[in-house]
């Protein structure tokens, strides 16, 4: 049986250490609500994936934290697209229903956070439940 | 095992949370984004007044230019092609508009930093008014009915709109071209009934 190193908090995290770089992107152009608004949206996507697939047996792993970074820029791309001239059309709605948030963009936040906090909460409890079991 | 099992509720209660409150607040921003349609300005009536931040520097209302006709100009955005050509166009009819007394303003739904970028890059003689944060925020937009105006390919931002209003506040021509530019000559004509 090969050891495989398991997923860790602090692996889950690590690649997150990126987001910074997109606060200042957003933070230059006047929006950082609405980076927060889908870094937490994207974020939130990652964790609900990441409770269901412990639902299912799914073990955590090192690189589990590539995906909440991947649906933080997925949920950002109309973003990164009028950068380049384009602007918001609903069809972008597929981006993590980026359209739509930014409609109801106090609200959406409201909510997000502390779902964030909910969500983070419990997977890193069931992260170190598995830790536990594996001693 | 047990440790598990015993979280698992936990799990599923934090699974069903976050599901039921992503999928709510997908769907309420959706019906919003989709029904919160106002019916485009008429001819004739009052002007809805507005008070905006302008790249100009502080605010920039409707009130406050009453005694003078005002061009009122919608675009989508600061870095699309067509919207760039938009505000050129606008830029290009300023000196005949300013020889005839009538104010122009243009609006979009772009942060006021984001703005004050464009009107140093594109070199515009006019204020741009901002009316980010775009949150159910559009008191000029919603107001002459041009917001998430009703087309195929609908956008949540201004379409390309040119209203004119006369020195008593009345709307005197209202032009709107979701395809595209507004040229400088029309944009001329359409002021000179203002």
Known sequence: VKYREPGTLLTLLAPSALLPLGFLAYSHGGSVPHFFLHALMGWNAALIVFLLSTLIGRRPMRWDGLLPIALVVYAQVPDIIYVFGPYHRDWMDVFLFHISLDEVLPLALAVLTPLWLVLFATYAATLRSERHMRR | ?194
């Open chain 2, 1 to 194: 095992v047990r440790r598990t099992r015993r979280g698992l509720p936990w799990v599923c209660l934090a699974l069903c949370l976050g599901v039921f409150a992503l999928a709510g607040l997908a769907a309420t921003g959706l019906v919003i984004e989709r029904t919160a349609r106002t019916p485009l300005v008429r001819v004739g009536q009052q002007a809805p007044g507005f008070t905006l931040p302008s790249t100009g520097g502080g605010e920039r209302s409707l009130a406050a230019e009453r005694g003078r006709p005002v061009l009122l100009v919608f675009v989508p955005a600061m870095r699309c092609a067509t919207c760039i050509a938009q505000l050129r166009a606008v830029q290009e009819s300023l000196p005949t508009l300013r020889r005839r007394g009538v104010v122009v303003l243009a609006v979009s739904v772009d942060t006021d930093a984001f703005q004050r970028d464009t009107v140093t890059t594109l070199r515009l003689d006019y204020p741009l008014l901002s009316e980010a944060p775009t949150y159910g925020q559009h008191p000029a937009s919603s107001a002459y009915g041009v917001y998430h105006f009703d087309t195929p390919n609908a956008a949540p931002v201004s379409t390309y709109a040119v209203v004119a209003i006369d020195a008593a506040g009345i709307v005197r021509a209202v032009t709107v071209r979701p395809e595209g530019v507004i040229s400088s000559d029309e944009i001329v004509v359409a002021a000179s009934v203002a």
